[in-house]
């Protein structure tokens, strides 16, 4: 008699919620802090940033898992850049939002959760396909 267990990978966290809206994508993990002035290139979505270990990679419809921003307060009108030049993140998830990253999602309607129950960073791998729920706060693995 042979048993087949099956187990699912669908994972629910609670975070909390910065920005409504809720939207799926792949995942694209920074466990760098970024600037987005300076930082992403707002008419591609691509990380400028010299010696960041994203450098070359573009956030364009993606999931975007960072630590948080740094820099200017102009990063919000970048991300608002982004998302009218098409080339912005789905979604945004941080260890905890900062002002200007958390206005930049506001302004553009970027779902964005931060202050997840578990470590995101230990929980999710580059690819991951997610669904981020800004409005209730919670991130799910799919």
């Keep these: 008699m042979s048993m087949s267990i099956s187990m699912s990978t ?6 909390h919620p910065v920005s409504k809206g809720v939207a799926s994508g792949k995942i ?3 466990d760098t802090p970024i600037s987005f002035l300076g930082g992403i290139d707002p008419n591609t979505g691509e990380i ?3 010696n960041h270990p994203k450098n070359g990679v573009s956030i364009a419809n993606r999931v975007f898992l960072f630590p948080h921003g740094k820099g200017s307060t102009v990063g919000s009108y970048i991300i608002y850049s982004l998302k009218k030049n098409g080339v ?3 979604a945004m998830i941080n260890l905890a939002s900062e002002t200007i990253v958390a206005v930049g999602a ?3 309607d970027i779902p964005l959760v931060d202050r997840l129950k ?3 960073f230990t929980v999710f791998h580059d690819g991951d396909l997610v669904e981020v729920d800004g ?3 919670y991130v799910t693995r799919k």
């Design 10 to 15: 669908s994972m629910e966290i609670a975070g």
């Design 28 to 30: 694209l993990i920074s």
């Design 48 to 50: 400028i940033e010299k």
């Design 88 to 90: 912005a993140p789905c």
């Design 106 to 108: 506001i302004i553009s």
């Design 118 to 120: 578990d470590d995101p």
């Design 135 to 137: 409005t209730r706060g």
